[in-house]
């Protein structure tokens, strides 16, 4: 079952047409990014989908139920959907515990001591029920807004951006964290994000969004591996596209070989520059015979870096893709 159905999604901001016919299935149970470059329409499908802004057309399914079909969307309080702002909006004046609590129905926010007790050791945030907002680090507020969002048992929870604020070790800790909390729920999660690390490594599934329209949707490794066209290959990482008798062949920068100058390869090459990560290095490359034509890129390991101005060979993976694309001017045949 889908946690989540849009189909013939429309959304206009005067005559500005954001979400054009977007169709997306999101699995229940799936940790999904939706990746996009910013004004791609991220920030506003997440927002109908929570209830915050209405479809001009379309239909929204959360679970079994129509929370939007363009005419009369249901209110958002009444969508069971959990939200993560990008700066987590705590409420300065409350502690953890009771910010937490705050995301329970009225009712049950008296009584509900276990529910925040469960989602704080879930979470990691034993002993810091009494701190307040400020007393935590930015990690740790973003996991208490998760967990705010989370208390009432929401069909899926939404991600917009939570952890493009953090210092980028804190965040790779903070979702991987907040990932392996959501897998061990069992929450249905939609992360909208414009790292495309950041979708690839943490996601089940990606949707690649642009200009209001799902340009592909699938695995990490599908899209990196087989990218719908030569947009998608670019944006999801270093991309060598050549020229082939049926469109372009996608090589990307790990799977191009350097070998020394003598031996039998694709092409002969001089490396012009190097950017050295230490586990790795990225090369750029000149073909001898195309000096006009866009550098090449490689990936190298960190003990295997040659030196800018070294002569190498190029040899080619076994399998490439294809992409439907013509070929660019000056590109390396």
């Not at 066209?229 to 060598?240: C, Q, S, V």
Request: net charge negative; hydrophobic share 40%.
């Amino acid at each position: 079952m889908n946690a989540v159905s849009i189909s013939g999604l429309e959304k206009s901001f005067g005559a500005t047409r954001v979400l054009d016919g977007l169709e997306l299935e999101v699995p229940a149970g799936a940790f999904f990014a939706v990746l996009g470059a910013s004004g791609c329409g991220k920030s506003t499908l997440l927002r109908v989908l929570a209830g915050f802004e209405a479809a001009d057309r379309g239909c929204v399914r959360i679970g079994e139920a129509v929370v939007d079909d363009g005419v009369r969307p249901v209110a958002a309080s009444r969508r069971r959907v959990g939200h993560v702002p990008q700066e987590g909006a705590l409420f300065p004046h409350l502690d953890v515990h009771a910010n937490i609590a705050f995301g329970l129905p009225r009712g049950e926010r008296r009584r509900g001591g276990a529910r925040v007790a469960e989602l704080i050791a879930s979470l990691g945030l034993d002993g810091l029920e009494r701190r307040r907002p400020h007393e935590l680090s930015g990690g740790q507020q973003q996991r208490v807004a998760l967990a705010r969002a989370l208390a009432p048992r929401p069909t899926v929870v939404l991600l917009d951006e939570p952890f493009s604020a953090l210092d980028p070790d804190l965040r790779d800790k903070t979702r991987t964290d907040i990932r392996a909390a959501l897998r061990a729920l069992g929450t249905t999660a939609i992360l909208v994000t414009h790292d495309q690390d950041e979708a690839l490594s943490l996601a089940d599934h990606v949707a690649l969004l642009r200009d209001g329209r799902i340009a592909q949707s699938g695995t990490p490794r599908e899209l990196y591996r087989t990218p719908a066209d030569a947009d998608t290959a670019r944006f999801l990482g270093d991309a060598n596209l050549l020229p082939a008798d049926d469109g372009l062949m996608l090589v990307r920068p790990e799977d191009l070989r350097l070998g020394p100058p003598d031996g039998a390869a694709w092409r002969t090459a001089v490396v012009t520059a190097v950017e050295y990560y230490g586990h790795d290095a990225r090369v750029q490359l000149r073909c001898e015979d195309a000096p006009d034509a866009p550098p090449l890129i490689a990936r190298t390991t960190g003990g295997e870096t040659p030196e800018v101005g070294q002569r190498v060979s190029l040899s080619l993976p076994p399998t490439t893709h294809r992409v439907p694309h013509p070929a660019p001017v000056g590109s390396i045949a």
